[in-house]
């Protein structure tokens, strides 16, 4: 098993850039609803106040995350650092960050990478940060926006782009209307609408995702669609669940109660 496995799983799991306060994955058991991977507990969190607000805003603003944590019996344990609502990820001083380093600076053996992104959300109607703590990491200003522990089990198991992944938390984030959403459509005609996306594997910018479709590696049964809103679109984590997933470029998706 090898922890390389680690960030693209979390992606997928739709922790990193969803708006969730303090995810926790939690092993599958008898009461568990079931889902293609980890169900995931996130207690729901209240519009912070102060120097972030999640509640307008937010559609292309950059951030980046820092994973760090260790092994722990059978789970990894990871403090998410968010340089959302403090900077925007400066770019010369994201691109120094040197893993070996930040282990010796947090005093973790686990670190990894998330980032640059970018929200294409416009507001996030329910959200917080799990320690509103500033540190400098590395010299970049942080906190800790979700603590998650991710069973070895599924972090061993790995996953895959348009892979389903329940997770639990109650959640709402809103597209305005006027405002251009990208979406994915299953062969089940569900609407995947994403919520941020990623220039960590390849160049983007929210001008070139128009063309996304072209460059996807689509399922047979899958595509992908943009379009302007003519009224506000609010996808909500139901009955405390949210069911997200991924692209084959790394962006996050939510399905929607929208039909196509």
Do not use: H
């Not at 040197?98 to 670190?111: F, K, N």
């Not at 329940?166 to 609408?193: K, Q």
């Not at 220039?199 to 929210?206: D, K, L, P, Y």
């Amino acid at each position: 098993m090898t922890l390389r496995k680690l960030v693209p799983l979390v992606f997928s799991l739709g922790l990193l850039g969803c708006g969730s306060a303090t995810p926790v994955v939690a092993a599958p058991d008898a009461s568990t609803p079931a889902s293609d991977g980890a169900v995931l507990d996130a207690p729901t969190g209240d519009v912070p106040t102060g120097d972030v607000d999640f509640a307008r805003g937010v559609r292309g603003r950059r951030y980046c995350e820092v994973l760090a944590g260790a092994i722990s019996g059978p789970t990894v344990r990871l403090d998410v650092y968010s340089t959302y609502g403090l900077n925007e990820c400066p770019d010369a001083a994201w691109r120094a960050l040197d893993v070996a380093a930040l282990r010796t600076e947090l005093g973790v053996p686990v670190v990894a990478l998330n980032g640059p992104r970018y929200w294409t959300i416009d507001a996030f109607e329910s959200a917080a940060v799990q320690d509103p703590t500033v540190r400098s990491l590395s010299g970049i200003p942080m906190r800790i926006a979700g603590r998650i522990e991710v069973p070895l089990a599924v972090v061993a198991a790995g996953s895959a782009p348009y892979t389903e992944r329940t997770v639990r938390r109650d959640s709402t984030v809103r597209f305005a209307s006027g405002g251009r959403v990208y979406e994915l459509i299953d062969p089940m005609d569900r609407v995947y609408v994403m919520q941020s996306y990623t220039v960590q594997r390849e160049a983007q910018t929210e001008a070139s995702l128009s063309v996304l479709g072209a460059r996807l590696q689509l399922p047979t049964g899958w595509r992908f669609r943009t379009r302007v809103l003519t009224e506000d679109v609010r996808v909500v984590a139901e009955g405390g669940l949210a069911t997200v997933t991924t692209d084959d470029v790394g962006n996050t998706y939510q399905r929607s109660q929208q039909r196509p």
